[in-house]
């Protein structure tokens, strides 16, 4: 089915859920989801998008595809991309997208400048889980204190960076409890993009 709508509304109706329970879960009137349904409403924030996601028990990219240009809110929408799927051990999925000629379905970018992102499944990652969506913008090197998307040892990982007082740079996450690292310019790892934003499913 083509447009987000149609595609709302047949989510909705494979749940065995009327409009009106529905918009409880989202937390909406079900007017609202029937303006969604019909496409009077073209402009669905994101928070609302991912709560949909919860409520009708679907990923983002089965409920957003190419025919959703239009779903993102209109101040966020600067240009266009696809919903990556990361995987740990095939590398950072937007190198892979510039050589690669496959059918990926393309998005209006959350954030400007940023990727689009997704763990594939049956993956998960420290701070990003399956069924969540993150805009990562590429990146090489520290930037400030936050999530960063690193390479090492060949694996993807995702990991809160901070830099110390003292000029070095600790890395933490959930399976990793504070490592500080002496060369913030030669880490033992790659750093290829910065998470700026993220919106979890739950």
């Known amino acids: ?14 749940a065995g ?8 879960r989202v937390g909406v009137s079900d007017v609202t989801i029937s303006y969604w349904e019909s496409g009077t409403i073209k402009q669905i924030g994101h928070e609302r998008l991912v709560a949909l996601t919860s409520a009708l028990n679907c990923s983002i990219k089965q409920l957003l595809d190419d025919d959703s240009l239009n779903a993102i809110s209109a101040t966020s929408r600067t240009s266009s991309t696809a919903v990556l799927s990361l995987q740990a051990h095939l590398g950072v999925p937007w190198e892979q997208q510039e050589t690669e000629t496959g059918g990926m379905s393309t998005l209006q970018m959350l954030t400007r400048d940023c990727h689009l992102v997704t763990p594939a499944e049956n993956e998960s990652f420290d701070f990003l889980f399956e069924g969540d969506l993150a805009a990562i913008a590429t990146c090489d090197r520290f930037q400030q204190d936050g999530l960063y998307l690193l390479e090492r040892e060949g694996l993807l990982q995702i990991q809160y960076l901070e830099h110390l007082a003292s000029g070095r740079m600790r890395v933490s996450g959930e399976q990793l409890q504070g490592v500080t690292v ?9 750093i290829v993009g910065y998470v700026r934003a993220r919106w979890c499913r739950q």
Do not use: N, T, W, Y
Not at 1 to 14: A, H, V, Y
Not at 17 to 24: D, E, F, I, N
Not at 182 to 190: D, L
């Open 1 to 14: 089915m083509d447009g987000l709508g149609p595609r709302i509304k047949q989510l909705r109706l494979q």
């Open 17 to 24: 859920m009327s409009k009106a329970a529905l918009a409880r």
């Open 182 to 190: 002496e060369s913030v310019r030669h880490p033992p790892f790659r």
